[in-house]
């Protein structure tokens, strides 16, 4: 950092691309152990973030910087905002629309840690299939995607939902899968079963991002990834 009387100037370490680019030229998906490591690390990250009580709220491929070491470091926090108690309000335009929680899309302005949560887990499948898990073209056909695919929620699996501001008794009612697997087909059932933790409609139930590194889709990373970057 370079302060002088007129500028302030920060210097940041240069990396070589973003996971967005990465994923451009990784045809159909990125390769399982190297997904899993990206996975580990975003979550670290993450967790890392919400222990300082600061929420990111725009993760999204093009935030995710990578360098040649396979080095994950999350970037450009211009939407990031410290949180505590008691709960505050914030606006809910927030996050790249096919990244935003269902809760967010329906207008809650009193969230927290699991709007990037539910972040990860669109990630997560994008990394797994090579392309974005929900691309809404607006705000209700996003909401309707994320419903077509993981069924709509009701009061017994989100409770309040139908206070939210955006709620409608009239959305169209889908079916709720049990399992998401049919969503990624090539990954493993326990990395399937993260990603449904992840992507819980209830932010309450919402696994955490320091519980997501404990799963067992971890069990086999290596010792040197889980540690990568603990020297800087």
């Known amino acids: 950092m ?33 997904m899993k490591s990206f996975l580990f690390q975003l979550c670290r990250g993450v967790d890392f973030c919400h222990h300082h009580r600061v929420l990111h709220r725009d993760l999204k491929p093009q935030n995710l910087l ?38 967010v899309l329906m207008g809650s302005r009193k969230y927290s840690t699991p709007v990037d949560v539910w972040s990860i887990g669109c990630i ?33 699996i989100y409770p309040g939902i139908t206070e939210l501001p955006e709620y409608k008794s009239d959305f169209p009612v889908y079916q709720r899968p049990t399992s998401l697997q049919h969503l990624v087909p090539s990954m493993d059932p326990r990395g399937a079963e993260l990603m449904m933790a992840m992507l819980a409609f209830d932010p309450a139930q919402r696994v955490s991002a320091r519980d997501a590194m404990s799963h067992p889709y971890f069990d086999d990373l290596s010792p040197a990834i889980k540690t990568m970057g603990d020297h800087k």
């Not at 905002?81 to 629309?97: C, D, K, M, N, Q």
């Open 2 to 34: 370079v302060h002088t009387e007129r500028k302030l100037t920060l210097v940041f370490e240069y990396l070589d691309q973003d996971l967005k680019k990465y994923l451009d030229v990784s045809d159909g998906g990125i390769e399982a152990s190297i």
């Open 66 to 103: 990578i360098n040649r070491e396979g080095e994950l470091k999350l970037a450009d926090f211009g939407l990031a905002r410290a949180f505590g108690i008691p709960v505050r309000s914030y606006t809910h335009e927030v996050v790249t629309l096919w990244y935003r929680a269902p809760d």
């Open 124 to 156: 997560f499948a994008e990394m797994c299939n090579g392309r974005p898990l929900f691309a809404g073209t607006s705000e209700p056909d996003q909401i309707d995607s994320i419903f077509r695919h993981l069924g709509t929620p009701a009061d017994d």
